[in-house]
């Protein structure tokens, strides 16, 4: 028994050694950009930011940037504790976070969805209003079925229920909703679960739903399509910026990657993640 | 002898490295809950209008109440079904399918609750949602939980049966006694430390979990009136809302956590005097 | 006995034949349920598994590629969380059950303790362990921060199990060995824990398979990275935080977060099978030796 336990501790310290092998490059081109990277903050930007990293590195490769998530909460308080370098927020600063900086690299439409069934085309702002306020509870007050509303409706703090509200001009205490979420995804899941509910989730994330077969449909706003085109050429009335924040001490590298995530060369990444880039060239198709 | 006082020490220090541990998480809860306390009262936390933490209302109290009935009803489903799996694989089923039994409860205890949160989603939520409602409620979301703990207590139970003296079986079917009344007479009483082990764990377990239950309770504050109301726990509240949370909020979040391990003390102090006084092997 | 015959063996039949057809109904169901996910996580996934999918890089978001450096990660995780947590945990359970049938008050105290911890939710955990292993200690975002954060989440599990599968051993062993003049130690490693593994054998795969599927105490500890760890140092990403990533936060990863499912499942039936094939080469006793024993 000895010498088989002998065995395969041997074999596990060889698998652990096997992964600490030094990474491949070991060319050291001249390059005057070198250092590490860290960001933190929200899980909705976590993956472009990983994305753009990683073209980042491919062209300067002394340089290394780690992406981790927590939530912009988080993302903003460990800028403020320089404990990251730069934080991830999707939503535009608050009045008491006047003391960094904001640096705008996409941007989201926040759209209403409905079962893919549901017959109702479009919706009014005050209907939308009575609907998520519970005066009105069943879909043929609206033009619909007689079917029940099931009202989705995201948790509190979250970047999308705040432009929702500001947009409607509602507060948090009156919206009485059957479900309440935190993913745009488990949005998207339970709306197409159920045949009459109703939620509102960022455009692009239903999109990619949408072309991936989800049951689900988004909702005209104002008689202005819900759709990723025209929350670029600004036609579409709700939509969140997605932000890289500093602190105003931020470093050279931090700066010349922000700058890098905000020009033309990663427009195709940050349209890949379904989010609208956020100069308003013309280029839209998909 | 001098490898046993070796032996005493090196154990008694590992065990109060364990009791470390517990005292530095409890320690970490106390200092982040901390601020919100002292602003804002214990007492407002029970009698508070809702749970508007942006707007001024923390009241607990649903959450408490959805947090007990999600885990003690997690516990009515997980213990017989895990229970009566030990059983069966020990008892009732031929060798070969006693092997896949336990193969596939061990499987069962891998899967990941972000799995079990979608699989409850996309295929149990719509099937609930025929009684009524959205779906997303205390009820799928206990069932979820107990399927989610069953293992503990299944592969637990297992164990502290397959440990019993083969003779006492063995003796008892040389008397004569049928196979239910060998597991209801003897088996189970015999192997109740284990069981009950594996039933605690499986509590706390069901009293912890965050992910699956945040995606299947529906998460409305408020008292569930039935079965099928939605509701939100302690952990899927602490987890829905501290990735956005100002510092302020935060704190608040984490007197919830606090709330969550007083009840968690709770229970597990009403357990243990229980099972204390019966102090046989 | 013999002269109510008939009608006690009738009701006993009729008793017997209840409780076999509830606990096979009760056994199939479980199994049912569980090989209904199993069959929705394999539908949903094994198209996308191809043996490029197992050792590639982690490319677009996760939507291509493979997950080569998330596998390599999380056995690194676990690794660091079985190696701190199985010699703590076995400790602590025998220092717990010195003295046999009393109990002292440090013990009842420890115990119950580690209880509460064991209540404690996951995400505390992943702050706990963001604020105390990466933070105080200087960790940083780490396959270590991440190791010793699960080692502290299965510490419950483990000791209990520990101790659970130490009293289960017959008083009367231990006597026979102290009467023989083994010291304490011996009578431990020679009698009691050979006695006792397959119990001790069943609290570790139940650890690592709630080590395996924990997400939100790693997302804070071990992070979001999903590049090839250099070291433990490193943050890597798990099987598990990137099954909750392209499920829920990329859009049209819905298929690969089954994928890299299937995956998970397939490593812990590997782990699994190597755990019971140990102990089996070992010579221990193995639990499948009851079967239907009566």
New interface residues.
């Given amino acids: 028994m000895r010498s088989y336990l002998l065995a395969f501790s041997l074999l596990l310290l060889c698998l652990m050694f096997a992964g600490c092998t030094s990474a491949s490059s070991t060319k050291h081109i001249p390059d005057e950009l070198s250092g590490q990277l860290t960001l933190t903050g929200s899980s909705t930007i976590a993956p472009l930011a990983t994305e753009i990293a990683m073209r980042f590195e491919q062209q300067h490769p002394n340089v290394r940037i780690d992406v981790q998530t927590g939530g912009s909460g988080k993302g903003i308080a460990d800028v403020r504790q320089r404990v990251t370098d730069i934080g991830m927020a999707s939503r535009p600063l608050a009045s008491d976070e006047a003391d960094l900086t904001a640096h705008q690299i996409a941007a989201d439409g926040v759209g209403l969805i409905v079962h893919a069934s549901n017959p109702v085309k479009e919706l009014t702002p005050d209907q939308i209003i009575a609907i998520y306020t519970d005066k009105i509870n069943n879909w043929k007050d609206v033009g619909g079925e007689d079917k029940e509303i099931t009202v989705v409706h995201k948790a509190e703090g979250r970047a999308t229920l705040e432009v929702f509200l500001g947009h409607f001009v509602i507060d948090n205490p009156s919206v009485k909703g059957d479900v309440i979420v935190g993913e745009n995804e488990h949005a998207v899941k339970t709306v197409a679960g159920i045949k009459g509910a109703i939620g509102y989730v960022s455009i692009g994330t239903a999109e990619a739903d949408i072309e991936s077969g989800v049951l689900i449909r988004l909702l005209p706003l104002d008689g202005v399509a819900a759709n990723t085109a025209n929350v670029a050429s600004g036609t579409f009335p709700m939509s969140r910026p997605l932000n890289l924040v500093t602190a105003d001490s931020g470093s050279k590298l931090a700066g010349k990657f922000i700058q890098f995530c905000q020009s033309a060369d990663v427009h195709d990444l940050v349209k890949s993640q379904y989010f609208v880039p956020i100069t308003s060239e013309s280029e839209i198709a998909k | 002898?001098r490898?046993?006082r070796?032996?005493?020490i090196?154990?008694?220090?590992?065990?109060v490295?364990?009791?470390a541990?517990?005292v530095?998480?409890v320690g970490?809860?106390l200092r982040?809950s901390t601020p919100a306390l002292r602003q804002i009262g214990v007492s407002r936390f029970f009698t508070d209008a809702?749970w508007?933490?942006?707007?001024g209302?923390f009241n607990l109290t649903p959450m408490i109440v959805a947090t007990l009935v999600t885990s003690l009803g997690a516990i009515v489903v997980a213990a017989?079904?895990g229970i009566?799996?030990a059983?069966?694989?020990?008892?009732?089923?031929?060798?070969r399918l006693?092997?896949w039994?336990?193969?596939?409860?061990?499987?069962?205890?891998?899967?990941?609750?972000?799995?079990?949160g979608?699989?409850g989603?996309?295929?149990l939520?719509?099937i609930v949602?025929t009684f009524g409602?959205?779906?997303?409620n205390l009820f799928t979301a206990t069932i979820v939980l107990g399927?989610m703990v069953?293992?503990?207590v299944?592969?637990?139970s297992?164990?502290?049966?397959?440990?019993l003296?083969?003779e006492w079986?063995?003796g008892?079917?040389a008397l004569g006694i049928?196979?239910?009344a060998?597991?209801?007479w003897i088996v189970l009483p015999g192997a109740r430390?284990?069981i009950g082990?594996g039933i605690?764990?499986a509590?706390?377990?069901a009293?912890?979990?965050?992910?699956a239950v945040?995606?299947l309770a529906?998460?409305?504050v408020e008292m569930p009136s039935s079965l099928l109301s939605?509701g939100?726990t302690?952990?899927a509240n602490?987890?829905?809302?501290?990735?956005?949370?100002?510092?302020g909020?935060?704190s608040v979040l984490?007197v919830s956590?606090l709330m969550?391990?007083l009840v968690?003390?709770a229970i597990?102090?009403l357990v243990?005097r229980q099972r204390?006084t019966r102090?046989d092997? | 006995m013999i002269d109510n015959g008939t009608v006690a063996t009738a009701q006993h039949d009729r008793r017997e034949f209840c409780v076999t057809v509830a606990v096979w109904c009760a056994a199939m169901s479980v199994i049912g349920v569980l090989i209904w996910i199993l069959v929705d996580i394999a539908i949903g996934g094994l198209a996308e598994i191809d043996p490029g999918f197992l050792v590639e890089d982690v490319q677009n978001a996760g939507r291509e590629g493979g997950i080569g450096p998330i596998i390599l990660s999380t056995g690194l995780i676990l690794v660091v969380c079985l190696t701190v947590s199985i010699p703590l945990s076995f400790g602590t359970a025998i220092a717990l059950t010195e003295r046999v049938g009393a109990e002292t008050w440090f013990a009842r105290n420890v115990r119950r303790s580690l209880d509460v911890l064991a209540g404690v939710p996951s995400i505390v955990f992943g702050l706990f362990g963001n604020a105390f292993f990466a933070m105080t200690l200087g960790l940083g975002y780490s396959i270590l921060s991440g190791g010793l954060t699960l080692a502290c989440m299965v510490l419950p599990i483990l000791i209990r199990t520990s101790e659970q599968a130490i009293r289960a051993v017959p008083a009367e062993y231990r006597y026979a060995a102290a009467a023989l003049g083994m010291k304490r130690t011996t009578i431990i490693f020679r009698v009691v824990i050979p006695v006792a593994m397959p119990t001790l054998a069943a609290g570790v795969v139940l650890s690592v398979g709630r080590a395996l599927a924990e997400t939100a105490a790693l997302i804070f500890t071990s992070g979001y990275v999903a590049r090839t760890p250099g070291s433990l140092l490193d943050s890597g990403r798990s099987l598990s935080v990137h099954i909750y990533d392209l499920a829920m936060n990329v859009p049209g990863g819905g298929s690969r977060a089954y994928a890299t499912a299937c995956v998970l499942v397939a490593i812990l039936l590997g782990i699994n099978m190597a755990t019971s094939l140990l102990l089996r080469m070992t010579g221990l006793r193995h639990r499948s030796e009851t079967g239907a024993a009566c």
């Fill in positions: 002898m490898s046993d070796t032996l005493t090196v154990t008694r220090t590992l065990a490295i364990s009791a541990i517990v530095l998480v970490f809860l982040e809702s508007h933490p942006r707007s209302e017989p079904m009566a799996s059983v069966f694989v020990n008892f009732y089923a031929s060798r006693a092997a039994h336990r193969t596939l409860i061990e499987l069962l205890a891998g899967i990941p609750s972000v799995v079990f979608l699989w989603l996309v295929v939520a719509p949602a409602g959205s779906g997303q399927l069953l293992p503990t299944a592969l637990l297992d164990a502290a049966i397959a440990a003296p083969r079986i063995q008892a079917a049928g196979r239910s060998i597991v209801g430390r284990g082990s605690v764990l509590l706390t377990r009293l912890g979990e965050t992910m945040l995606m529906g998460n409305i939605p939100r302690l952990n602490i987890a829905l809302e501290l990735g956005y949370a100002s510092v909020h935060r984490f956590g969550l391990m968690v003390s597990i102090f243990s204390g102090r092997r």
